[in-house]
């Protein structure tokens, strides 16, 4: 295995963007990271491109060669690979295309993730997303994607005593880390009354519980480390990557109100990296909900096994604590375009890790996490970046 | 859902048939053609039985935002009851109202309509849970 940089990022703006399609999205954020990583274009070895349902978003399938087209890399007939793990999507491509330069199989690769969700109506996009969890033995009978969140929340304060308030600080806190951020979906801060107060979708969740439905797309170009320098003055090295998958339906688990997936994957990267969790000092980690937020510090290893939320409402997560958790705004203000969160949450660390994340930059940060959850923890990826010196 | 597909898993949604792997003995639904602790070993041995339909609340939420399908059921409950054979499903309660629901409630399965093709397609029956009286 080779050494593997980050040496160039893009990134779209997260939202209702009415005026911009599908490829529209994913040209801009690969372009953009190309330019970044002062390519030409035909060093450009391989695509990978997340995506987790653009067959019923926008009724177009096939994502792989069509986003490898539109960057105008037709001719060079690169292999071109579309990547689907739900919710995960964007990690596992990111992990994809580190594999094949770790493997000395390409030299250059751009990994893209992309969503456009807003072609469809609220309610058939809230079904699309439910895709992800257990069709036949969990939708069939209800249990929209919120209501599996409740469910894991309601059981979670039943065993340790979390509180809604508790789980409301983390829509706060999110929403305050996102109005540092030029390019989330929400650069308002709420007040936890909004949050306690918003209409509930699945109790115990209300709306401000939950994460925006939102297009954007995020890109990265990743290199092998002894030909970065060639490139970049600012190489980000891939420290680690960590995969592990579960039970498809929840009730299936042994325990619902933990992710071993995420553990399991947690486990497996920092062992990778020769690190634990106190070696983190910001992390990007996958807060559809609030709740699952505070299972991801949890199950990471930040905090222990249900104090995520005490945690949460001391502060303990915020900018400026000693583990900084979702500086972008988290999927919950950042926004979350499905196939592209994965990235845009490694597109966040490379930002703190070159010290270009401007008023939420993270002092000192010299390690960074990214945790990206598919369906309710049946897929989990955490990736390790790092400065490098 | 189309016919077929809904169709060919009624045994298990009319009857709560399960598999039980016939080396280990242990107990999975739906039904599983592999135990995951005996892998190789449950092969050709993964035996059909059935689920007595008593258990208790695991966890529940009250569904405000739902599907099409539900839109004139809502707001209702839907849980992860811990069936007494140690088994966990996820279904709807009925029969009750959503405010009385409570963790470590013991509920019975029954059988309802749970969805329908459109306002003229084919209903689907399934399993729901009410209170154990």
Known sequence: MRDVAIIGIGDTKFGELWDQSFRDLGIQAGLAAVGDANLSGEEIDALYVGNMSAGKFIEQEHIGALIADYSGLARDNIPATRVEAAGASGGLAFRQGYLAVASGMHDIVVVGGAEKMTDVGDVLSTEIQATAADQQWETAFGATFP?????????????????????????????????????????????????LKSPPVAEPLGMFDCAPISDGAAAVVLCCMDKA???????????ASGQASDTLALAHRESITRFDATSVAARRAFKQAGTDASGIQVAEVHDNFTISEILAVEDLGFFPKGEGGKATAEGQTALGAKIAVNTSGGLKARGDPIGATGIAQVVELVYQLRGQAGKRQVAGAERGLAHNVGGTGATAIVTILGRVN | MTVARFWRENESRYNLIGTKCGNCGRLYFPPRSVCPVCHRKSLGKMEHFHL??????????????????????????????????????????????????????????????????????????????????
């Open chain 1, 229 to 239: 320098r060639k490139y970049t003055d600012t190489p980000v090295k891939v420290l």
């Open chain 1, 147 to 195: 209501a599996l969140h409740a469910l894991i929340a309601r059981r979670h304060m039943h065993e340790f005593g979390t509180t809604r308030e508790q789980m409301g600080m983390v829509a706060v806190k999110n929403h305050k880390h996102g109005s540092l951020n030029p390019k989330a979906q929400y650069q308002k801060e709420i007040k936890l009354d909004a949050v």
């Open chain 2, 52 to 133: 007595e339909g008593k258990g208790e609340v695991l966890s529940f939420s009250i569904v405000h935002d739902a599907p099409s399908q539900f839109e004139l059921q809502k707001p209702y409950v839907i849980a992860i009851i811990m069936m007494d054979e140690g088994i966990r499903l996820t279904g709807q309660i009925i029969d009750c109202e959503p405010a009385d629901v409570t963790i470590g409630m013991r509920v019975q399965a029954t059988i309802r309509k749970v969805g329908e093709e459109g306002p003229s397609g084919i209903i689907h029956y399934g399993y729901k849970f009410m209170p154990l009286r």
